[in-house]
């Protein structure tokens, strides 16, 4: 996994960003590896998708009111074949009037992907120390709750797999996302 490809997506959308609601809301990107080229397809319900180089896509949830299971579903279409990064995370937020952002925390779960292959969508397929096949995230990001296994992450503590795509073949993610209901680590 290319961690700095990574990081290099996050920082680019931090960019000129100031405050936001406080309201917590699942976010998804997608990085393009390398020269992949890809373009945003359907946005999430009541939510937004943005591409502002043509190497990401960004897609951003409704507000979690309520600490209960919701629907989330956006596309994008790759316009080169190559690889891409699923950043699975929370919105970015920074309290007004101060500098450093404020970790708003999220849960995710059944991430299913049509139109390319993903691994242990379910998070069921764990180490004893809590490495998930397939993923990289930090290990205290696994969630073990009353037998539901999901990920809980943050905007800087997000949870990341890379995936193979097909110029032209559009690539649907579909996923619950909820409220956390603790704050912060």
Not at 80 to 103: C, N, Q
Not at 116 to 121: I, P
Not at 154 to 164: E, K, P, T
Request: contains cysteine; aromatic residues 10%.
């Amino acid at each position: 996994m290319n961690l700095g490809k990574a990081l290099v997506c996050t920082g680019i959308f931090l960019f000129g960003i100031t405050t936001w609601a406080v309201d917590p809301r699942g976010r998804i990107d997608i990085c393009g590896e390398k020269n992949t080229l890809i373009a945003p397809g359907i946005s999430p319900e009541g939510g937004s998708l943005s591409n502002p180089n043509g190497q990401i896509v960004y897609s951003q949830g409704n507000a979690l009111i309520d600490e209960k299971w919701e629907n989330y579903k956006f596309s994008f279409i790759p316009q080169t074949d190559g690889a891409v990064y699923i950043l699975l995370k929370a919105i970015y937020f920074v309290k007004e009037g101060e500098e450093k952002s404020t970790s708003i925390w999220v849960r995710w779960d059944d991430v299913n992907v049509d139109g390319a292959s993903l691994v242990n969508g379910d998070f069921e397929k764990a180490d004893i120390n809590g490495k998930l096949e397939g993923w990289n995230t930090n290990p205290h990001n696994y969630i073990d709750e009353e037998g539901n296994k999901c990920v809980r992450v943050c905007h800087d503590s997000y949870a990341v797999q890379r995936i193979a795509v097909t110029k032209g073949r559009e690539v649907t993610i579909t996923a619950k996302v909820k409220r956390d209901k603790t704050e912060g680590r």
